[in-house]
């Protein structure tokens, strides 16, 4: 699993892949969670965990990452509407934007409300 991306949440530093995001304790320098089914790209905002789902990678999982003990992290939701794989994610403007193979950019309202916009 090739390390594609970092993020730094409070004493952790998430390291995105191509199959997973590991979540690793920079104090003790230990692997400390796996999150199954993330996968690059990722973004930390708000306490919110934006990253591409493993299997179905033009989708977006968001995750409650406002715990302080990342074992807590849940799935809040799904967000589909790119037809290929997503390539970025980034804030703007109190948004979610995501890039894709597809030509397409999406944007998101977090949490749980979403609409998609067709770029070409």
Same mark, same amino acid.
């Not at 998430?14 to 304790?25: D, F, Q, R």
């Given at each position: 699993?090739?390390?594609? &991306?970092?993020?730094?949440?409070?004493?952790? $530093?998430? #390291?995105?892949?191509?199959n !997973?995001?590991?979540?690793? +304790? /920079?104090?003790?320098?230990?692997?400390?969670?796996?999150l199954?089914?993330?996968?690059?790209?990722?973004?930390?905002?708000?306490?919110?965990?934006?990253c &591409?789902?493993?299997?179905?990678?033009?989708? $977006?999982? #968001?995750?409650?990452?406002? !715990?302080?003990?990342?074992? +807590? /992290?849940?799935?809040?939701?799904?967000?589909?509407?790119?037809?290929?794989?997503?390539?970025?994610?980034?804030?703007?403007?109190?948004?979610?934007?995501? &890039?894709?193979?597809?030509?397409?950019?999406?944007?998101?309202?977090?949490?749980?409300?979403?609409?998609?916009?067709q770029?070409?």
């Amino acid at each position: 699993d090739s390390a594609m &991306a970092l993020e730094t949440v409070g004493n952790w $530093i998430l #390291v995105a892949g191509t199959n !997973s995001v590991k979540i690793w +304790e /920079w104090a003790s320098r230990r692997l400390y969670r796996i999150l199954d089914g993330c996968r690059w790209p990722i973004l930390w905002q708000d306490g919110l965990l934006y990253c &591409a789902t493993y299997d179905i990678p033009q989708n $977006i999982q #968001v995750w409650d990452a406002s !715990s302080a003990d990342p074992e +807590e /992290w849940r799935v809040l939701e799904i967000l589909k509407g790119h037809q290929a794989e997503v390539t970025n994610l980034c804030w703007f403007q109190q948004s979610l934007l995501s &890039a894709s193979l597809d030509r397409s950019i999406g944007l998101w309202q977090a949490p749980k409300k979403a609409s998609f916009v067709q770029q070409s």
